[in-house]
């Protein structure tokens, strides 16, 4: 097994990742969000039925849909969502 620096057991393994239900990622009406991106709770969807709770942030969004990104698995993952799927958080100030 390959080590990596600064890591303590082994690596984490995506085969597990399942992706989430979401939205056909809509041609127009698109507004990409500023640095820093706007902070967010997002409910994820799977196609089981099951549902997670993420800490996120809102890449993009239209009337209609949001562009979520979260880590999940050591890897940045994206998808297009409900708007009532999201919820703002708070940032700790520094």
Known sequence: MRRVAGWHGAPPTTHGFVPPLQLEAPTRGI?????PAPALWVELEY???ARQTVRGFAMAW????VLAQWIEFSIAREAWVRPDQCTRRELPRN
Request: aromatic share 0%; glycine share 8%; charged share 25%.
């Open 47 to 49: 196609p089981d039925g």
């Open 62 to 65: 239209t009337d209609a849909a």
């Open 31 to 35: 507004t990409e969000s500023a640095s």
